[in-house]
């Protein structure tokens, strides 16, 4: 058996260690440390925000508007409406498309934050108390982590933005959306979740091995992110689940290659 399968046939796969993930996780979120962790993005999301709202609202609702009288088949089914008695369709659509932008933005904001500052404040809590012998091997992990959590951020927003008109075909209202947090989710913790514990071979193998594994985490996490309440904890629960799932498949990874090199040793001693 050579060393990929071997790593491949001791771990747990798919659901099963995606589900081990979750599990320590939602353990771990209720620790008081982690429960008070919880303040910092949320209080950085709702500031960002009310910035957002304060800044940006009037001329986004204003450019909206104009740019929704554009829409003759909105404008007929606007005045069919009101033929028939019933409320303005734009008088509506306009504030709900300004927070439909808005929101997310604040969202992407609290993640990014997250990403930034509160995970390495998971990793430290979970080192300590379940991967201590999980050495860290990483090198320039403050600098690689701000910049791939800028460039998914930055990515996110562009991409909500330029797909938001794609929203008025069914069912990519909802579709949308999920791939969206999905990516912004994955590609932003993944690297955070390891990039101060593993060197840049070992991150290669996880990400290459675990792939699948790190966009069913995205996708889950997307799901559970279609619900409001949960937005004031996914931020620290995400990174939780990230960090467990590949603080675990550091240490089985590194377990594996100490065995593969004791039996390089031992042959190595037996030969003749």
């Known amino acids: 058996m050579d060393y990929d399968i071997a ?3 001791s771990s747990a796969t798919g659901l099963a260690a995606v589900g081990v993930a979750f599990k320590r996780a939602l353990v771990t979120q209720c620790h008081p440390k982690m429960l008070l962790t919880l303040l910092l993005p949320f209080f950085i999301a709702l500031v960002g925000a009310v910035v957002l709202v304060w800044a940006f609202w009037t001329p986004l609702t204003n450019w909206l508007d104009a740019y929704a009288l ?3 088949y909105l404008n007929e089914f606007d005045q069919w409406m009101l033929a028939i008695g ?3 369709i734009k008088l509506y659509l306009v504030p ?3 927070v439909a932008i808005l929101l997310p933005l604040s969202g992407i904001l609290g993640l990014v934050i997250a990403a930034i500052f509160v995970m390495p404040i998971v990793l ?3 080192e300590r108390r379940e991967y201590f012998g999980v050495v860290r091997h990483g090198q320039f992990s403050t600098s690689y982590g701000i910049w791939n959590a800028i460039w998914v951020g930055v990515l996110f927003s562009l991409g909500w933005l330029l797909t938001m008109p794609l929203w008025l075909i069914p069912p990519l209202p909802v579709v949308l959306p999920i791939v969206w947090w999905a990516f912004a989710f994955t590609r932003m913790l993944r690297v955070d979740s390891i990039i101060e514990h593993a060197n840049a071979h070992e991150r290669k193998l996880i990400w290459r091995r675990h792939n699948r594994q790190y966009w069913l985490m995205g996708f889950l996490l997307a799901l559970i992110n279609l619900f409001p309440p949960a937005w004031l904890v996914l931020p620290v ?3 939780l689940v990230f960090a467990h ?3 675990e498949a550091l240490r089985q990874q590194r377990q594996q290659a100490a065995l593969q090199a004791a039996a390089a ?6 030969s003749p």
């Open 237 to 239: 629960f995400s990174s």
């Open 70 to 72: 554009n829409w003759s």
């Open 265 to 270: 040793h031992d042959r190595k001693v037996q």
């Open 245 to 247: 799932f590949s603080l």
């Open 96 to 98: 709900l498309l300004a």
């Open 124 to 126: 430290r809590h979970l």
């Open 86 to 88: 019933l409320f303005s």
């Open 7 to 9: 790593v491949r046939s």
